[in-house]
């Protein structure tokens, strides 16, 4: 039996930061996953530059509320819960997601957490475990499972290649470059086709 895993942002939302970026004018936060492969780099640069500028969480917060789906997300991901059990697996956090979660109808989402201050400050940020989509997948395999993955980032990569089948969904040059034994899709309906064909359904 499978169970489909995915990434949330650049696969089914928007990427946050790069709207954080676009609206407060800070093009230092436009750098994601997509361009840093350590993510702890990442996070502490931009933990950095929210201090620096005195962005706090409900800042934060703000612009996620702004922020829709991508189009056609909602009625994909509608479908792979009608045929099997979608599991997104993240490296957003739960303080950052919930309005999205809402948006999209609340699929199961594995994701981190933020600390944050007396004064609402991000003062930190909280793994829920090292290389913790790769281990999603392997906790599944644990328990019989097959695992079909998709996501378009560098911290996608663990998590595809550990699955039977992991498919870069929408990723950038530099990652399909990187990777060039991984399938590379641009559409929900190429998606699906492979989830289907996986899965032995019509």
């Known amino acids: 039996m499978y169970v489909i895993c995915s990434d949330l942002e650049g696969v089914f939302v928007p990427e946050v930061w790069i709207n954080v970026a676009k609206i407060t004018g800070i093009d230092e936060l436009k750098l994601t996953t997509r361009d840093e492969p350590d993510y702890d780099v990442l996070m502490k640069r931009r933990l950095s530059i ?9 800042d934060i917060q ?3 509320q702004q922020i829709q789906p ?8 509608a479908w792979i819960k009608s045929v099997s059990q979608l599991i997104v697996v993240s490296d957003t956090f739960l303080e950052f997601a919930d309005p999205l979660m809402q948006k999209l109808n609340r699929p199961t989402l594995l994701c981190n957490h933020l600390i944050i201050d ?3 400050m991000i003062a930190d940020y909280q793994l829920r475990q090292k290389d913790g989509k790769k281990k999603v997948v392997q906790g599944f395999h644990s328990m019989d499972y097959k695992v079909l993955s998709f996501g378009d980032s ?16 929408r990723p950038p040059q530099n990652v399909v470059t990187d990777y060039p034994e991984l399938k590379v899709t641009t559409e929900y309906s190429e998606l699906k086709k492979i989830i289907s064909e996986t899965l032995g359904i019509c």
């Open 118 to 120: 007396n004064h609402g």
């Open 50 to 58: 929210l201090k620096q500028h005195n962005l706090k969480l409900k």
């Open 62 to 64: 703000d612009v996620i």
């Open 154 to 169: 560098y911290n996608d990569i663990l998590m595809l290649k550990e699955s039977e089948v992991g498919i870069l969904f």
């Open 70 to 77: 991508l189009e056609g997300a909602n009625d994909f991901i």
